[in-house]
């Protein structure tokens, strides 16, 4: 198992590098970039806020509102701008996989909104996308519970890796993306694509569990980086 290497030469357990940068923005209330293999993120949080949409708004709760959109030269093929049902999954999942770590009852009657823009794509954006949101989320000054972040893991060759290219998603035998707080383990987000036994499954959950938290390092050192050189 530990001697497989995979196609673009990493081992079964290893990460494509990774870049996040917290605050990149001026006009967003809170930001971060970030690169994953291949992929490309960028994320503008604003709020908690007043929204001039109403109905969306709850007297007892704030609530947040995810936008995951891929850029039209995001891929190999265009994308066809605007919304469609792969990104309003993706957008509903971000916010379904955010929403436990925020402390939403405390901003009732407010919104936040956090917007995803994938500007370029190879495999694994919507963990990206949220590992990327819950740093522009920290930037925003919105108090939290634990920093959300993702990671996948997968079948390829008959083999459990974590992380999979976007070449590995599409000859894969399955993808696993999960997301996690931290702090205390617990999932927010678990998806499941794709032929895996048992036993496989559960390897699949551990590795992406062990990804998450060498991501969530990564997190922490982007956020620190942001703060410590302004004081
Ligand atoms: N992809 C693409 N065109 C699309 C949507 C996705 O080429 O319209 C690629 C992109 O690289 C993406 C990958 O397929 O990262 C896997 O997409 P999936 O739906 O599995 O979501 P993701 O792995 O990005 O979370």
Do not use: H, W
Not at 11 to 22: F, N, T, V
């Amino acid at each position: 198992m530990s001697e497989f290497i995979r196609k673009d030469g990493r081992k079964y357990d290893e990460l494509r590098p990774i870049k996040i940068e917290a605050g990149v923005l001026e006009r967003a209330d809170g930001s971060a970039y970030l690169e994953f293999g291949g992929n490309k993120i960028l994320v503008a949080v604003y709020g908690p806020r007043e929204s001039y949409i109403r109905r969306l708004l709850k007297p007892n709760t704030g609530v947040i509102r995810c936008r995951y959109n891929m850029a039209p030269f995001s891929v190999d093929d265009r994308k066809r701008p605007g919304p469609d049902r792969r990104s309003s999954e993706i957008s509903k999942i971000t916010a379904d996989a955010l929403r436990p770590a925020l402390m939403l009852e405390n901003y009732p009657r407010s919104m936040i909104d956090v917007y995803i823009e994938v500007i370029e794509a190879e495999g694994g954006t919507r963990c990206a996308g949220i590992t990327a949101a819950s740093v522009a989320l920290v930037d925003a000054g919105i108090p939290m519970k634990d920093i959300v972040v993702g990671c996948a893991a997968g079948k390829v060759d008959d083999e459990v890796v974590l992380d999979l290219s976007e070449y590995e998603d599409k000859e894969g035998q399955a993808d696993i993306p999960i997301a996690i707080m931290p702090r205390t383990g617990e999932i927010t987000l678990l998806q499941s694509d794709g032929d895996l036994t048992e036993e496989e499954f559960q390897k699949a959950i551990d590795l992406a569990m062990e990804g998450c938290l060498k991501v969530s390092e990564l997190q922490k050192e982007a956020l620190m980086k942001k703060y410590s050189t302004e004081q």
